[in-house]
């Protein structure tokens, strides 16, 4: 199917769930989602809900209060409790599973209170293939993902947002900070605090596309191979160091391979991999 052909097939789908509450984060999917959704089925017939705590970088909730509005749609917010969860906090390979599942629950309960039909997800069609144990928490709870279910890619979102004059086109991937943990290491407040100052001092830099990835004492930075330069200069070099060690990391390091998202999956086989899918 052409771009236009899987436009029309999200409406179809859209159309079908009927009154929908959206999981919104603000990021390139679940924002087009919810403005194909308020275009198909009006703004009365959308609730988008954005989950805020320790776990979500600091740094989208505004930008995701500005994007629904410019939408036009109703924002709720929910506040997230994966901490009280010691399933996710224990951060096994399977910790996306039982994020999930709390949200899944939540939503389930504001659509069930609000008189919705169906709860969504933006997922794409490129996350099927990818090591996403969230996924099966939706199947669990029956959640749907219209743009999946449409075909739609990551890059074919990104055009239809250009297309549609949304500001997160081009907006880089911003996931879950308990993704910069490696598995095994406990999630606490204090390390996913430390990860998003981080961050927020690289972005003040001028850095677009990286990752902080904590491991315990040490920070393992990932930027793109054209900015490795740029952080191993000074003056940057020296405040990086000086910033990350003020949050209490001990040693500052750059991943030479470079940015590549979901990093941490490297240290899982497929065998573990597939055994956490399928449990």
């Known amino acids: ?14 159309r079908e769930l009927g009154r929908v509450v959206i999981a919104y984060s603000g990021g390139v999917d679940s924002s087009y989602l919810l403005k194909a959704a308020v275009d198909t089925l009006g703004p009365e017939k959308v609730l988008a809900c954005i989950s805020l705590g320790p776990s979500e970088p600091g740094n989208m909730a505004d930008k995701a209060r500005k994007t629904a509005e410019a939408i036009g749609a109703e924002l709720m917010v929910i506040q997230s409790s994966e901490l009280d969860d010691p399933h996710f906090k224990a951060n ?18 504001v659509a069930k209170q609000r008189s919705f039909d169906h709860v969504i997800f933006g997922a794409n069609h490129d996350d099927l293939d990818d090591f996403r144990p969230g996924n099966k928490a939706m199947k669990v709870y029956g959640i749907r993902s219209p743009l999946a279910e449409a075909g739609l890619t990551k890059k074919e979102i990104r055009e239809l947002s250009r297309q549609a004059g949304l500001s997160t086109a081009d907006q880089p991937a911003s996931p879950c900070l308990a993704s910069r943990i490696p598995y095994g290491l406990e999630v606490t407040e204090r390390r996913l605090k430390q990860i998003d100052q981080a961050e927020d001092f690289l972005r003040s830099l001028g850095f677009v596309e990286f990752r902080v990835r904590h491991h315990d004492t040490i920070a393992r930075i990932e930027v793109r191979p054209d900015d490795m330069a740029k952080l191993a200069a000074e003056p940057i070099r020296s405040q990086v160091v000086a910033k990350l060690k003020s949050l209490g990391f001990q040693f500052i390091t750059m991943d030479l391979q470079g940015f590549r998202s979901g990093s941490l999956n490297e240290s899982l086989s497929d065998e573990q991999k597939q055994a956490t899918l399928k449990a």
Do not use: Y
């Open 92 to 109: 096994n390979a399977d910790r996306c599973f039982h994020c999930k599942s709390h949200l899944c629950q939540t939503l389930l309960e």
């Open 1 to 14: 199917m052409n771009l236009k052909d899987k436009h029309e097939a999200l409406q179809r789908v859209l």
